[in-house]
Structure formats: C-alpha cells, structure tokens
C-alpha cells in the first residue's frame, strides 16, 4: 500500500528536548529533596509520559510524591519548555518537503497536550500539521503509547487506512505503538535511544538523517 501520510513523535524525533526535560525533572527532584539526575540518564527516562519519568526517577520508596511532583512537572515546563528546545538539524527542510509532496502529516506525544502545542507553536508553522495531539488525563482519552488508540484515532481522523501511514520516532514505545497500530515503523538515530533497541522494538526502517524518510515515500 502506498504510503500517504506521517505520523511524527516529538520528543527526540522532530524536537531535541531533552535539556529542558533535564531541567523540569531536575526542579521537582530538588524541591521534593531528591539528588538530581545526569542528563543523559534522561535518555530513558522520556517517552512514556512525566508521569513514568517521576516515577521511574524518585524510585518505589517516593513514589507516594509522584503527584504532587506531576503538578511542580507541569508549571515548571510550562514557563521553562521552550528554554533549549530546538528543530533537529534537517527536520524543518524534511517537513516542508513533505508538505510540498502533498504528503499528510501528525504529531502524537505521550507529552502533555498543552505542553506538544506549546513546543510545535515554537518551532513549526501552524497549518504544517493537521492534528497535534499530546496526552490527556481526562475520561475516555487514549491511553499512552504504546497503546495505539491514540494513532489509530488519528488515522481514523484522516480518513487514512492505517496501513497508508508510516509512524516515525525514536524510541521502543513508538516502534511498539508502530507495530499495534499497523503502520509501517520508521526509527530515528538522531534522538534519545539507539538502533539495537529500535530494531529489537520492531522497526522495519532505520534511518540516519531526516531527508532519508523521503525514500521510503
């Protein structure tokens, strides 16, 4: 089947993050008395939502202060998110490009929604992506990746069979999220995890540089 759309994860595929993903981390440890953190054990921290990322950081003796730490997350990202974040180098020719070929596109985070649109506001024209969608804590919102709802939703959005759809990011869960959604996994070497865990989560293509998507077209 012909691929006709994109799906993009943000963090670590078309945003570098992590610095300021460091910094909202490394805030709450401060403030709920916790050592801080390397920031390139963060790397794998990110990807399954703050929410994981507390948890996992704190360990099971302060997971009781996961919420209130969510809650400093939120409001420090909130004003400090945009501090370091950056396009990855190639990433803003790779989307116009796109969008020259007339080929669709998506974002979907395990991000928070406010804080995906706060980052592609900042980086990318607005009308460059047709749904920008984070992670909402409310009913009957879909679950984290890699729980396809949320892609599958997307698809269903577009009018677009799921097997049309290449879904391109950087770490297992979107590989995962990939593989349950049937779309076609693109992984990226330029973001927060490495080729081993990409193939091993079911890429089906690996790619260097931003303009090599255009081949799998």
Known sequence: MKHQAVMFDLDGTLADTLADITGAGNHVLARLGHP??????????????????????????????????????????????LDHVRPYRG??????????????????????????????????????????????????????????????AIADQFGIEPGAWIYVGDTRVDMETAHAARMFAVGVL????????LRESGAKAIIREPSELLRLL
């Open 36 to 81: 801080p953190i390397e920031q390139e054990r963060y790397r794998y921290l990110a990807g399954q939502g703050a929410r994981s990322l507390l948890r996992t950081a704190l360990g099971p003796e302060k997971e009781h202060l996961v919420p209130e730490g969510l809650a400093m997350f939120r409001a420090y990202y909130e004003v400090h998110g």
């Open 91 to 152: 990433v803003p020719d790779l989307v116009q490009e796109l969008t020259k070929r007339g080929i669709r596109m998506a974002i979907l985070s395990n991000k928070p929604e406010a804080a995906v649109h706060q980052v592609v506001r900042h980086l990318f024209d607005d009308d460059l992506f047709e749904i920008v969608r984070g992670h909402l804590e409310t009913p009957g919102a879909p679950g984290l990746k890699p729980n396809p709802a949320g892609a599958l």
């Open 190 to 197: 330029w973001g927060f995890r490495d080729e081993p865990e």
